[in-house]
Each structure stands twice: as structure tokens, then as C-alpha cells.
């Protein structure tokens, strides 16, 4: 069987649209547990990889309205997974506010109860308005990712703490537990102090999915060394490209496979049955942007104040953030090619939060997508639907099928659990 | 409609009895999802008011054979969830060894997606065990329930940042929030400095029931200050009594009813269609218990080094522990009133962890039940089956439909939240 791509429904909030609840029929709450259901069972019956929930640790009302309120990833997606049988359970849990036990046990849970599809997307999170929620300072970006080196490595040494069969249960002898089969971590590092071994056996993955979404030089090294799966921001292909493959050429150095990690590029698709009805649509998710809040979202991500800046002017040339790097780098990128004013930049953050709109007919996306695929920028995307339940059901009914008639993606699930599905080895429980 | 008891079941490993899981047929894992779906849908056929899970922080292969491998609790009931439509879902979280921030993000996720069935067992944490999976010291009794009284403030604190309609999504206008029903929190206190809001929005019931199960002083303290539901020891119907009593006497004080904290004590019922078919079947369990761990079992709950002493011989006159207080206490009191051997404490304690046994036929603990709840000692009872599903399918089959006919409990569900089944009121949203 040849190269087939992976697909995975990203989540965070009504859809990645900033004004998309506010399409006909749209789904209007990101805390309305039916509609959730409703939308990973259209995302199951796509045959997609994963759902993949984004996540943030605050809630501000005035901005990103529909994914201010907000299910916690971990309970919502271990809800979802009683309704739903094959495809993988992805969450945000950031490696700055959490502690490494709690994540640990928390995705060998999702696991055990979801029967092999939890994935962790392991952030360091760029927000520093999560710091006050947590009585803390936001560590600089590259204390983060120190922090999330560690944190990574120590909930993979919890994973292995239990042998698999770690457990007898054996009624005759009373015998419940083979205590040779299970092994504390005694970690003790710069950040960690933690012993384990952790209250619940291995997980069935041995190790749930490791996603990571950062883009800069530490994040890409983090990416390289841990991640099963990384989520990228892409705006243009031939910067796709020389992302994917720098990412590709860091793996052999580390003993790695360029496929044990699998590179999906965030994508919003906005498809109809014709390329103008796509175009149609896209305008009206377009009349319904705001704004009002523009410069405080360019402010936020490109990480600079914007507040004195012209929205009709040019782009100016910023320094990139050490906050959404690859947000940043990617936008303005693009406005330095395309010569945008800011208001264009603003749409097209506002649009996808940063991410690629692709627009046309189900024909037009999925010649796009093949051409990103086949051509060495992706090994599949992450879709983001401008607004749900529509952008998801578009794509599922009109893109998948094609994609599939070109033998560009599964017409079933192949394995039972994540790793299966996405072609990569169980992890053997290291060695002591 | 006179007084009727409400009924939880307690959820701790595979059964309460440490060895519950050798008994034929009886579920030998506690990390088996469709075996944990099969006791939820048991409890409500039953009617319970709620399932109640009981948690640790550690996994110690040598200790407590079938609950060092479990579940995250709000993992679990989140699943659980999914499968039931009235139950009421408990989880058990640790003020020590959590934050405010998250605790009451998760709780509120859980309200949500259970529609109103949420509850959080608020314990400061018994076990020292935990600490260095956290990189901590643990901290002393008096100082954990310092932490808890300000950790459940703040988390109730949270729960009221957003007014029930704050979210208007109104697809006309484009508002989302009215950012007039949202507040901050901004607590800056001993332990916590947490600023707020939540990125949730208020729950289905205002604030999730609030569990607790300390006996200490500072315990009942807590508990007759911000706990809807008190899970209490007990071995004694005159000693319940008094602690029942004087739980309530507290309350009018703090501005609130006696009939605003529901008590539940934990019992282990061992039901037969017979009293010798109950007899026998203790009988059996306890055949499979086995002596080897009995001194450091009750080292952990007398909270004082037992290796030196001698099965055989009398229960010491010991201090009372800032362990397990209310274990300790009921049971060195049973203790001394009964002339108990070591051995006899150990059994005791390996039945049911320390909590009541009551073993006879169906009518038998049905009357007992009824002394106690009309003698004014209980609300209701923690029901512990002894293993599973065979524990819990006993008492819902045999004792439930006796209580029912007296009219003791209910014959159907009469809310639909867990308040609205407890008979407790929906909290209003506190004013700034
Ligand atoms: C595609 C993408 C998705 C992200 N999703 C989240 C998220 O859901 N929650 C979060 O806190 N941070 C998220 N981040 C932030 C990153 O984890 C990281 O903290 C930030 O981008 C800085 O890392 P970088 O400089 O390596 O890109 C995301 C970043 C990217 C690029
Ligand atoms: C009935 C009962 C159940 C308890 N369940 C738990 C539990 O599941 N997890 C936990 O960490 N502590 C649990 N505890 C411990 C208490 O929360 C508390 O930390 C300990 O008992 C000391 O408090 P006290 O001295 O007020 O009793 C329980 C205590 C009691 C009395």
C-alpha cells in the first residue's frame, strides 16, 4: 500500500473560525456536551486519526469568544470516548501549570479507558495570562521548554514504571501484583522531584501519543527528540517544505526514523460543491468579523504591542516573539511576500487564528492537500473547521472521498488503537 | 413525604474488602472500563444517590492489592457519565497535592458534561506516600486543613466568576459574552494567589456538591463550613450518634440548616437471602485474607509502627494519630469496648478498611440501617460493597426494595441533578 496521509479534527472552540458560531446553524457553545458528541461521531465516521483538542488556562472575556468557555480537555475527551470506537483522543495539557505525575496517570487513564487512543499535546503554553491562575510568573520561553524537556521525560519514565504484566489478579495464590514488575523513577532534577511509580498499570499504547505544536528552535529540538505527531502552522509551500524537512533531517542525529514522526500542518478548508460556493461561503464567515478587537489580536500574536499601528497601513517589520513563534513567523512572512496591510493580516488571523484557509471546490482542496503531500510538505493535516458542525461535514463527505478514490487515505481504521492507525510502533517499556 | 435516606456507594479498588476481589466471578481489576460501566449502570438501577470514588496519590505494589491500580477518578466518572442519566458522580481530589485553578475547572467540566451530576470529595490527604511523586513535603494535619478551608474557598470563589447568563451568543449582534456578568476572583491569600476567571462557565449546579470525609476536629470544622456531604467512620451506634450530633450543632452557628450537610456514614454490608447465607458468605471473604501485611495495614491506620507488637496480643493503648483520625478513633474505641486482639483489629480492618461491617440477611441490615437513620446517627449510608458487581447487586436487589416498602427510600429519581436528588438547594451566585 502506498504513502496514505493522516488526518486529525482540531478543536478549540466553536470552530477555528473567530466568527464562525455566528454561521446559520452553526454550533453556538463549546460547553454543550451533545454537540461535542455529535461532532466527534461526524469526525469517526470521516475515519479521521484523532480529535485534537487545543487548550488555554484562562478565560478572558473579551477575547476569542467561543473558546473563552470551555470543556477541560481530559473529562471531555474520556466522555467523548464511550461514544466513539476507533479514532485516537488528543489533548492540550501544558507542561508549565501542570505537575508530571497528575499528566501522567491522567493519560494512562484516558487510555486505558478509551482502549489505546489517548494522545498528550505536550505545550509549553504561550499564554502568560494562565500565570495568575496558578500564582505564578510565566517562565521566558526558554526556561519553558527546559521545563517541558524534563517534564516529558519524566512522565514517559512514569509510563514505564509497570511492566504490562505487571499484574496477576491470581485468585488462587491471592498473589495480585508481581512487585518485580514494577519500578519506582526516583527522578530527581531541575525542575522534577518525583518517585513513583505511578497508581495505575501501563497504559495499552505502552505509551500514549506524544503531540507537540511548537515551532521554534527549542520546540522543534523538543519536537525531535519526544513527539509522535507534530502540529504546524503553515502559510506557504515552499516554506512548508523546508519546515518538514528540517524537522525530518533532525531525527537519524537521535536515533530516530523520519516516519516515527508524523508532521500535520494546521488547516482551515473551506469547501463547497464549486469553487464560487466556496468562495461564497468563505465571505460570509468573513462579513461577520469584528474589528473591534483586531490590533489586540495581532497584538497577542505577533507578540508585539500593535495598539499605535494603523490598520490600513502597511505591516511593519516586527522581531519574532518568543511567545507564538511560529504564528508570528509564518504571518509575517507571508505579509513580507504579499505586501499586506494589517487589516489583511487581521482577516486572515481572525479567519484561522494564523493557520492556512484553503479554499475551492471538495476537487480544488484535495489537489491541494495531495500536492502538499505528495510533494513533501505533510504527512496528512490537522483540519480545523471554520465552524461546526458544517466545515467538519463538509470536509468529511466531500474532501474524504476523494482523497480516498485517490488511495490517499484509509477507507477503514486499520489497528485498534492511535498508534496503529497512525502507523507507529508500541513503545517497549524501557529498561531500568 | 417523610424523610427518606440517601444512598451513595463507595468506590475504592475492586471491593472494600482487601481480598473481595479472589471471591469467584468477582471483577479482579479496577482498570477495567466495562466493568466499571457494568457497577454504575447496577448503582442506578438501584436508585443511588451517587457514586462516591475514593483516590490515593501513590502506587505502593506491596500495600492495598486491588486499588494501587485504578483509574483518575475524574477521568472515570466522566466516562461514567456517558452510561448513566441520574446517578450522582464523586470524585475524590486532594487539596494538598492539587490547585484551586484546576480542581474547579475540572469539577465545573464535569458538571457540565453530566449535566448537573458532579461532586468533589475535598480531602487534604492522608497519605505521606504522596508527597514525593510531587517533589513535597507532607505537610503536617494542622496545616493541611489550613490549605484545604482556603483551597475549597477559592474553588467556590471560582465557580461564582461567571453569572448563569453570562454567555449570550447571539448570532445577530456578534456578542458573545456580556462581559458585565463575568468577575474576577483575585484572591491573594495565604496559600493561593489565584486571579481568575474560570474558562468555564457556571455549572449546571452553581457549585458541584462538595464531599468530605475528615473526623478530626479541624475535619468537622471544615466540613460544617463548606460541605454539602459528610462521609463519616463508624463502628458504634452511640458514637455515631454523638458524632452526628455534634457535626449538626455546629452548623446553626455558620448560618446554616441541619439539614443543609446530609451525613453518610461508610458501611460494608455482607447481605444473604438468610443470615447464615450472610454469615457464610464473610466467612468466605475472610478466609482469603492473608496476615502478611496485617501489622503494616495497621501501622498505616493506627498511624503508629506496629511491627513490634504480637498479633495475639491486645489492641495498646495508642495516641490518636494525625493520619486517619476518624479510623483511628472508631476503632481503638471498638477496640477497647470489645477487649480486641491485634488479630481481631487486623480482620476488622482488612473486612472493610476500618469501616463498619454489617452482615445478616436482607431484612436484617434493613432494619439496622433503619435504627440507625430514624436514632438520628445517619442521612443515609456510603454503601461499600464488599467486591463486585456480587456486593453491590445484593444490596440492590435484596436490601433496597425492603427500604423502599417502608418507605425509606426513593422508588424513583425525583431531579434531575444531584442536588435536586440530594434535596439540597441550587448555591446562588455570591455577590462580589
Ligand atoms: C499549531 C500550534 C498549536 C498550539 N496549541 C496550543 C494550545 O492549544 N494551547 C497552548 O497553551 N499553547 C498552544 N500552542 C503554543 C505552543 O505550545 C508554544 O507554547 C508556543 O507556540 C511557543 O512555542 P514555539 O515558540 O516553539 O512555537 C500552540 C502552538 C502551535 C504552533
Ligand atoms: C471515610 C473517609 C474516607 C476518606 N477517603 C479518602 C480518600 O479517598 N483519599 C484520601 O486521600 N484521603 C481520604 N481520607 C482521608 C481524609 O481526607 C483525611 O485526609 C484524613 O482522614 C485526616 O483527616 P481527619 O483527621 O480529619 O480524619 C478519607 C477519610 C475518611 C474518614
Known amino acids: 500500500m502506498s504513502r496514505q496521509m493522516h488526518l486529525g479534527l482540531f478543536l478549540l472552540g466553536t470552530g477555528s473560525h473567530v466568527a464562525g458560531w455566528r454561521m446559520p446553524g452553526a454550533i453556538d457553545s463549546f460547553q454543550d456536551i451533545d454537540a461535542m458528541i455529535r461532532v466527534a461521531q461526524i469526525a469517526e465516521r470521516g475515519l479521521l486519526d484523532m480529535i485534537f483538542m487545543g487548550d488555554n488556562l484562562y478565560g478572558d472575556p473579551a477575547a476569542h469568544p467561543s473558546y473563552t468557555v470551555r470543556f477541560e480537555p481530559l473529562t471531555l475527551l474520556s466522555a467523548l470516548a464511550m461514544h466513539t470506537r476507533h479514532i485516537g483522543l488528543g489533548a492540550t495539557v501544558s507542561t508549565t501549570y501542570s505537575d508530571p505525575f497528575t499528566t501522567a496517570r491522567a493519560f494512562a487513564s484516558l487510555d486505558h479507558i478509551s482502549k489505546g487512543r489517548a494522545a498528550w499535546n505536550a505545550v509549553t503554553g504561550s499564554s502568560p495570562q494562565a500565570a495568575p491562575n496558578f500564582g505564578r510568573l510565566h517562565p521566558n520561553h526558554a526556561e519553558r521548554y527546559a521545563i517541558a524537556g524534563e517534564f ?3 512522565v514517559k519514565g512514569l509510563w514505564d514504571g509497570w511492566a504490562d504484566d505487571a499484574i496477576e489478579a491470581d485468585r488462587a495464590t491471592g498473589r495480585y501484583i508481581d512487585p518485580a514488575k514494577v519500578r519506582s523513577l526516583d527522578h530527581e532534577g531541575t525542575h522534577f522531584s518525583v518517585k513513583g511509580p505511578l497508581n495505575i498499570g501501563r497504559a495499552p499504547q505502552g505509551h500514549p501519543v506524544i503531540l507537540q505544536a511548537g515551532g521554534s528552535e527549542p520546540g522543534q529540538a523538543l519536537a525531535a527528540r519526544t513527539a509522535d505527531v507534530v502540529f504546524s502552522v503553515v502559510q506557504d509551500l515552499a516554506e512548508a517544505k523546508a ?28 469547501v463547497g460543491r464549486t469553487s464560487e460556493e466556496a468562495f461564497a461561503k468563505l465571505a460570509q464567515l468573513m462579513g461577520f468579523v469584528d ?41 509575517l512572512n507571508k505579509a513580507r511576500r504579499e505586501g499586506m496591510r494589517l487589516r489583511d493580516a487581521y482577516n486572515l488571523m481572525a479567519a484561522a487564528r ?37 466545515g467538519l461535514e463538509d470536509f468529511v ?29 508500541r513503545p517497549p517499556r524501557r529498561e531500568a
Chains 1, 2 share one sequence.
Open 152 to 154: 516529558v521525560d519524566v
Open 243 to 270: 519546515q518538514y524537512e528540517a524537522l525530518k533531517a533532525r531525527l537519524p542525529a537521535l536515533g530516530r526514523r523520519p516516519e516515527e514522526v508524523t508532521v500535520l500542518p494546521g488547516v482551515m478548508p473551506v
Open 291 to 331: 474589528a473591534t478587537n483586531a490590533l489586540a489580536l495581532l497584538s497577542d500574536r505577533f507578540g508585539t504591542d500593535m495598539s499605535a499601528y494603523d490598520l490600513d497601513g502597511p505591516v511593519p517589520d516586527l522581531p519574532i516573539p518568543d511567545t507564538y513563534h511560529s504564528f508570528a513567523r509564518v504571518m
Open 354 to 390: 494564523g493557520h492556512w484557509v484553503l479554499c475551492g471546490s471538495a476537487e480544488e482542496v484535495a489537489d491541494t492537500l495531495e500536492e502538499w503531500f505528495r510533494g513533501g510538505a505533510a504527512d496528512g493535516f490537522n483540519i480545523m473547521p471554520s465552524h461546526l458542525a458544517e
Open 397 to 425: 463527505e466531500l474532501v474524504v472521498p476523494i482523497l480516498q478514490r485517490r488511495g490517499l487515505f484509509r477507507t477503514a481504521y486499520a489497528g485498534t488503537t492511535l498508534r496503529e492507525n497512525l502507523g507507529l510502533a
